[in-house]
């Protein structure tokens, strides 16, 4: 989704706003701009296409001179990506800038109400109704903030917003509503972003204003007001990333940096959720014991990889807890009236913690008096504030738009939390067995990036193919949705995951000579079953790629150029090692096929609209 920066200190703001557009960049866009206190007014500079295109127009930002400014990276939503619907967008008089991340629903509504009264628009966007407000209001109060919170008032949706006035030179208004924003004041200088990478150059002490707060940033001070206008304090918290965490020391791709870095993610999170002994008891601090021994039924939320992760633990709670366990889309959820019982523990998975649908489906949960426990990778973000209480994931940054370290320490958060309710419930020997198996997840994910290299040979050879089929039962089905998630994001193939007994049911129509079908087999119980559709795929010319458990016999006429073995520490926890693969596998034809891996087309690292 779009990003946001601003910059005002002492120093020339546009390179600065330039360079921290490049580290939001992992967003996802189509347009960027920046727009300036400069020569006693606004000036703005806004360019459709990647960076280059903008820092080409702003030859690095070297033509301006001005220490105060913002920045947007777009992603489009209303109106097409073009200069004109690029943000900043200024009022008609000039004298209001501003950068807007979100959706703002009532556009329609406002324009009109703004064009009776004689204002003209040079966008199609939702955005450009904020400016014109703000510049309104400030005819009528003579007072930014006043009108600011006037404006603000006005909108129904979405919105973190970067404002300059052309009046009040020096000078960075924030506010946000649903969307994420942080602010920082550090020696010299004051900062906005969408997120913190943006800010790790300057400084790991950031502040997360609350919805509704007006932040006044200036070289040397940072103010906070409620929507009374009352000062609000902030304590910072302390970022534990660091700015080269934010980097692709040397790897083609922040993705395979980042899939290299899923042993150290997991054993991370793995440490922070136990103690001494790997047991999980109150998770790290993170929850209650009596909370969990009451739980009588457990509900994951999530989107996309999220949601798979609650799939994933589905089939593990529900064959060792013995209570109903559900994984809802938390894009469905919201608008359902899904049925949970008092005790129900609701579980919010997500790597950013601002995905719009996962946090409406929290609070969706909390209204309805269902206790919530997010597990979150970024500190301090909008569903880590809303839950009741936080199991934070220890990935460390993820740059690269398809999820894949993150997942990874997601499984092993969810899974320990079914050891810690386990232990609560007075299954001490199941936890213990759950803890050791989850204990030795990070070694054998290591032994599949060991593998890296061959892995992405064998994709390579896959690389014409249009379309896939990923097949799986049990809890490998939950990492074929993972598996066919990657491939879909990344290389733009069609892929499809199938609980391998219901290939028959239809889709087995699909497949002919050649159609690449992965089959994940680590469920020793099950295994005969999903061989046999394997076989059956084979018998009609598919290509079978098996992902099988160390150990696993295969039949003696599979070819071993397409047999990845993957070390399971127990069946119940696999899709965090079987995964690996599948996120090799689609790295590997998206290097074939000569593709971005880190930005793929169409899609934002933070869904923060509906
Ligand atoms: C995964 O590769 C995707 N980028 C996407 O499905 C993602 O998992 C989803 O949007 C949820 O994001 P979140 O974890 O930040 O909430």
Not at 106 to 120: D, H, T
């Amino acid at each position: 989704m779009c990003g946001i920066v601003g910059y005002t200190g002492f120093e020339a703001a546009a390179p600065r706003l330039l360079d921290g557009l490049e580290k939001l960049a992992y967003r996802g866009y189509d347009s960027a701009g920046i727009a300036l206190h400069e020569r006693g007014g606004l000036v703005t500079a806004r360019a459709v296409g990647k960076l280059g295109e903008l820092i080409g127009l702003t030859r690095g930002g070297s033509i301006y001179r001005g220490t105060c400014g913002i920045g947007h990276t777009r992603w489009a939503t209303h109106g097409a990506p073009a200069a004109r619907n690029a943000h900043p967008h200024l009022s008609q008089d000039g004298g209001v800038a501003v950068v807007h991340n979100g959706i703002i629903e009532n556009y329609r509504i406002l324009k009109a109400e703004l064009e009776a009264e004689g204002a003209v628009f040079s966008s199609e966007t939702d955005s450009e109704v904020i400016p014109f407000l703000i510049a309104k209001y400030l005819k009528q109060t003579g007072e930014p903030e006043e009108a600011i919170r006037r404006a603000t008032a006005r909108l129904v949706g979405a919105y973190a917003l970067g404002i300059l006035f052309s009046e009040y030179p020096g000078r960075i208004y924030a506010v946000r509503y649903q969307s994420p924003l942080v602010a920082a004041h550090c020696e010299g200088c004051s900062l906005i972003a969408s997120d913190v990478p943006a800010l790790l150059e300057y400084t790991r002490q950031v502040i997360y204003p609350a919805e509704g707060e007006v932040v006044c940033l200036t070289p040397d001070a940072m103010t906070v007001t409620n929507a009374d206008g009352k000062a609000v304090r902030h304590l910072p918290h302390t970022v534990e990333w660091d700015s080269a965490a934010a980097r692709k020391d040397g790897y083609s791709s922040f993705m395979e940096k980042e899939i290299r870095e899923v042993p150290r993610a997991m054993e991370q999170t793995i440490r922070s959720l136990t103690d001494g002994e790997g047991r999980c008891t109150d998770l790290g601090g993170g929850i209650d014991p009596a909370r969990l021994r009451e739980t009588e039924e457990l509900c994951f939320l999530g989107c996309g990889s999220a949601y798979h992760v609650g799939v994933a633990a589905q089939y593990c709670a529900e064959k060792l807890l013995g209570i109903p366990v559900r994984t809802e889309p938390a894009s469905e959820f919201r608008y359902r009236r899904v049925p949970l019982a008092k005790n129900c523990l609701a579980v919010a998975v997500s790597q950013s913690g601002e995905t719009a649908d996962t946090l409406a489906a929290v609070r969706e949960s909390r209204r309805r008096g269902i206790y919530v426990l997010g597990v979150v990778n970024v500190v301090g973000s909008a569903i880590a504030r809303e839950t009741d209480a936080v199991l934070y994931t220890r990935a460390g940054p993820e740059i690269a738009v398809a999820t894949t370290k993150a997942y990874c320490a997601q499984l092993c958060a969810v899974y320990l939390l079914i050891a810690a309710i386990l232990r609560a419930k007075g299954n001490e020997e199941e936890a213990r067995r759950l803890e050791r198996a989850v204990a030795a997840l990070p070694e054998c994910a290591a032994a599949v990036v060991g593998r890296a290299e061959k892995i992405m040979t064998l994709a390579s050879s896959l690389s014409g193919a249009r379309d896939a089929f990923f097949i799986g039962r049990g809890a490998d089905y939950a990492a074929c949705m993972e598996g066919s998630l990657k491939l879909k994001e990344i290389t733009y193939s069609h892929a499809e995951a199938y609980a391998a007994g219901e290939l028959k049911h239809g889709t087995i129509s699909l497949i002919e000579e050649g159609v690449p079908v992965v089959a994940v087999l680590t469920q020793p119980h099950i295994l005969a079953k999903t061989l046999s559709g394997a076989e059956e795929v084979r018998a009609r010319g598919a290509r079978v790629i098996a992902i099988a458990g160390e150990g696993v016999a295969l039949p003696e006429d599979f070819a071993d150029r397409d047999v990845i073995s993957v070390p399971v520490p127990d069946p119940d926890v696999s899709p965090a090692v079987s995964t690996v693969a599948m996120q090799l596998l689609a790295l590997g034809v998206c290097r074939a096929r000569a593709l971005d891996p880190d930005q793929p087309r169409n899609l934002a690292k933070s869904v923060t609209v509906e």
